[in-house]
């Protein structure tokens, strides 16, 4: 073979390695835009007034907290705080540049990270039983704190043993989980527009339809598309033969 010939190959596989960074650099600035925005959507719509005031301007699901015991209202700002929080972090943590370069800032901000990941699960928990969508919001967002809390779990004791692609792992499944705070917020007025659309029903029963649909539907499909991911980088994954 001439050198040529071994040239070639060897130049397309740092192109097809460009290619993919180019593309993995792109969905990461993506996720982390929407990410900003429905963080910085919620801090302005409950920092905004009381909850009395936004239940009366039919803000956000305020109405159904307005009237909650204070324990409860307190865990929703608590949540509400935590999210955001883990929302703006998170996806720096993904940015190898960042990574590499600034490596104490890295694990500075990863421990915000699922210190906010950790009381924003425990604080959804306490606001679980008020959740708009009933048993279905029970089970589905119930199921998405507790992955949430444990996925962090087990990236930290991946870290913690130095199993540095393991960690890798549990952070794509753990922020893919943060990220159902986005997809919430996109697949509940797709839905609820598309069943209007087709059944004739009015906003309220549309919104009702979708946001029953909507505790599974933000996390489900986000965990498949982060072990997609964990796939295509060749890290350790249960789906993975020899794992
Ligand atoms: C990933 C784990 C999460 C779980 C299990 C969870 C759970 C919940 C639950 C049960 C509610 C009450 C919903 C209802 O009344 O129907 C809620 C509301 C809320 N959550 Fe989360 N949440 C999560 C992540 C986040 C994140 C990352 C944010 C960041 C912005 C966030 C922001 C909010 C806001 C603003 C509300 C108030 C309802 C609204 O106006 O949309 N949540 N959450």
Redesign the pocket.
Known sequence: MTNAAIAQPASGRRKARKRQGARGRAGLITVGVLSAL??AA??A??ASGSLQRLAAED????S??ASAPAAVQTA?YV??A???L??LLGPWQFSRRLRTRFTRAHRVSGRIYLGAVWI??LA?LV??P????GWV?VAG??A??VL?SYTGYRAVRAARGRRLEEHRAWMIRNYS??F??VM??TWTPLIAVGYASVTGADADAAFSFA?HLA?FLC?VPNLLVAEVIIRARNLPSPLTKGS
């Open positions: 429905i963080a919620s801090i719509t409950y803000s956000g699901l305020a159904v907290y929703l949540h509400i935590g999210g955001s883990a929302l924003g699960s959804s606001i679980l008020y959740n708009s969508a919001g967002f119930g998405l704190a949430w989980l943060s159902a705070a919430l917020r946001y505790p996390w």
